[in-house]
């Protein structure tokens, strides 16, 4: 006997669901991301706040766990997580802000400079080889995922 089921999507066809191409895409991209970082024994999420820590080392102003949270789009309770695990790695250190003796100043270190320009260009090359399809529209596709951030 067979069962009827009966599914509440609107979509005939999965490919027609932005939503599941978008995850599916992504999820594509982060295996190649992940497996490349693997050998370098650091997370994917532990890279991100690594390099935006390196890119935001480049001007004076003290970074913050708030500053680090709010440039990734990630929670602050997940930054803290993983800036635990940064310090335990040694790549980074926190210290009392001079701004804010509530909050955190988080300074890289040598070694979490060096891990960041040693995996930079690693995940770049992934991006450059992943979108490499795109051709010409690579722009517009990164002005598009801009709209979504900014609309979202």
Known sequence: MTKKVKFLSKFQNDADSVGFLFMR????WQTSIKKCLKQQSITHPQFVVLA???YLSQQPDEITQVIVANKTNIDVMTISQILENLEKKAFITRTTSLKDSRAKCITLTQSGLDM?????PLVE??????FASLGKDAKQFNKMLLTLLQGN
């Open 25 to 28: 895409t992504y999820s594509s």
């Open 52 to 54: 935006t820590l390196a």
């Open 116 to 120: 960041a320009n040693k995996t930079v």
């Open 125 to 130: 090359q992934i991006d450059k080889q992943f």
